[in-house]
């Protein structure tokens, strides 16, 4: 028996090393660093243990405006993509010639290097003086007038950002779902058609009900994802992202550890305990709204 | 006569209503389609106009009819993408590579092996599926820069080696071989580590070539470890490459060359999609069912 407990964790020791290493102790790390008040780089040292990195962070307008600009993006995007990605899942479950050619291309944006796709949409709205790009000509032909999205005004940067997450986004949601929409027992479907139930019934009363699960999973992970958006925002503003107004509270955390204002792990630790307390929350949110109104099988 | 009149007239309107509706449904599903691959349309089509062509278009056009590969060129001489490329290339298969013995090893012991504590510390990784990675890099962030392991591939390699989902995944398939091999094995002796390479990896092979793939896909695109850890450009991989590019490569208005990069980039990955787009979307797709 101790022969084999050995053996045991030996086949477990580089999973334990590594793990313990570069997870579990930065996961109790983060929090001491988080209380130790003014820590930098520089001077390694700190003044005190207490909460002010939390009231700096929080006071940091920088922050705030990154707050700010995740919440909006969350809110946009996760019902966005979630609906878009449920209707063109019932689309393809409809049809049958080229189902798969549809899927496969739809799918396609997932295997991308963000930040080199994203340069392409940034080409696409960005306005120069040499030309004000493809989608401002497309806002002329339909008689608008040109906007620069990259750096122009906020709203039409928060729009380029969504729009972006959205298309980034879309593969696995419609993924999962045209694979939640195929496992729906044929039988409910041929009974409801033979009691001459609508179409738009079938959908609400059948099909809706047992998919949700993987839509309440999706809308799940579609928030934790939309919170730690970064790489988007990067690939279309560039790194530094608290001049352009669209800095994210991921994209805070690593400016506070890296880069021109970088150096302070101790804020940047304490605006990730902050990040992690607000997905938890709206994760048990969530979770809590699902268990009310989530058909499990 | 009269009732097969009607019969004919039902069934010639059903058969519009389905025609008029399939002709919507697929002019929608295209529609999604254009949007999805415009950009890549664009992309291409960008790297091939020339920079003074480009530049006079006021209004972009959507063909060109004097293609040009000298983007090409003046991507791998100007700016170092081949450099690039290699470490990525080098980050990627060293990367993948360790996470595959270490994820095989412990999902090997959490599947067939039986010893103490086995069960606790199975729970106890599966609670770190949920920790975010943002939380732990910068705790890494310090340890790598204490160690003196920036600009160097151990500092990009080690902390992104161990996917505690991916042992989850492979010790779910490990646990499907029926134990009756198990013991027949070793009634013949064999030992744990040869079960292993002969009768294990062997059978789960579709699984562990699934999760190379999609770790392999995750390693091409990582952007945020490699931003934080290097920053000379002899150890960029090409995500923080193509963002170098972007604010000092050819100069900031030189789309043609820019976008002849970002094609190279997104090539390797899309050969890798188009070969195996139905290994990747069935791995993506169960990982999400049990994510």
Not at chain 1, 128 to 156: C, E, H, M, Q, R
Request: glycine share 6%.
């Amino acid at each position: 028996m101790e022969n084999r407990s050995f053996k045991g964790w030996l086949y477990l020791l580089p999973a334990i090393a590594f793990l313990g290493l570069f997870m579990i102790y930065p996961l109790v790390d983060v929090f001491v660093y988080s209380f130790e008040e003014g820590y930098n780089s520089a001077s390694q040292r700190y003044f005190g243990i207490g909460l002010y990195n939390y009231s700096y962070v929080l006071h940091d307008p920088y922050f705030m405006q990154a707050v700010k600009n995740t919440f909006i993006l969350v809110i946009i995007t996760v019902p966005v993509s979630t609906i878009l990605a449920l209707l063109i899942s019932v689309g393809l479950s409809q049809i049958k010639p080229l189902k798969e050619l549809y899927q496969t291309v739809f799918f396609l944006p997932y295997v991308t290097n963000t930040l080199a796709v994203g340069l392409v949409f940034m080409i696409l709205f960005k306005k120069t003086a040499y030309s004000d790009g493809l989608v401002n000509l497309l806002i002329n032909w339909f008689g608008g007038k040109s906007v620069d999205f990259i750096d122009g005004p906020y709203w039409a940067k928060m729009f380029v950002l969504c729009f972006y997450t959205v298309w980034i986004v879309m593969p696995f949601k419609i993924l999962i779902l045209t694979s939640a929409l195929a496992s729906v027992n044929q039988d409910y479907y041929n009974a409801a058609r033979v009691d001459g139930t609508s179409k738009g019934r079938i959908f609400r009363k059948i099909t809706l009900p047992m998919i949700s699960p993987m839509i309440f999973y999706l809308v799940i992970t579609g928030f934790i994802g939309a919170f730690k958006a970064y790489s988007d925002a990067v690939a279309l503003f560039g790194t530094d992202l608290n001049s352009a107004g669209m800095n994210t509270i991921v994209g805070y955390v690593y400016d506070m550890l890296y880069g021109n204002s970088g150096g302070y792990p101790s804020y940047a630790s304490a605006a990730a305990i902050i990040l992690f307390a607000i997905v938890l929350t709206i994760t048990v949110i969530n979770l809590s709204v699902s268990r009310r109104n989530v058909t499990y099988k | 006569m009269n009732t097969n009149q009607e019969l004919t007239k039902i069934e010639r309107s059903a058969a519009v209503k389905k025609t008029v509706r399939n002709v919507i449904l697929y002019t929608l599903l295209t529609l999604w389609g254009l949007i999805v691959l415009f950009p890549f349309y664009w992309m291409i089509l960008s790297s091939v106009k020339s920079y003074s062509a480009y530049n006079s278009e006021y209004i972009p056009k959507f063909y060109t009819l004097s293609p040009t590969l000298q983007n090409y060129i003046d991507a791998f001489t100007t700016v170092n993408l081949g450099r690039y490329f290699l470490n990525t290339f080098i980050y990627t298969i060293v990367t993948t590579g360790l996470m595959v013995i270490v994820i095989v090893l412990s999902a090997y012991a959490f599947a067939r092996l039986q010893f103490k504590g086995r069960d606790f510390v199975f729970t106890l990784f599966l609670a770190l599926m949920m920790i975010p990675n943002e939380l732990v890099i910068i705790t890494n962030f310090v340890t790598i820069t204490n160690w003196g392991m920036r600009n160097t591939f151990q500092g990009l390699i080690l902390p992104s080696v161990a996917s505690v989902f991916y042992i989850y995944l492979l010790r779910e398939n490990f646990a499907q071989v029926p134990d009756e091999l198990y013991y027949a094995a070793k009634v013949d002796g064999t030992r744990d580590i040869k079960y292993l390479f002969k009768v294990m990896i062997p059978i789960c092979r579709p699984t562990i070539i699934t999760i190379i793939i999609l770790k392999v896909i995750e390693c091409w695109n990582s952007y945020v470890w490699p931003r934080l850890i290097t920053d000379d450009s002899n150890y960029y991989l090409v995500s923080n490459g193509i963002q170098e590019i972007r604010e000092n490569g050819f100069g900031r208005e030189n789309i043609p060359a820019m976008m002849a990069a970002v094609v190279v980039i997104s090539v390797p990955l899309i050969i890798i999609f188009l070969l195996f787009h139905k290994k990747i979307m069935e791995g993506v797709s169960r990982g999400g069912t049990k994510g």
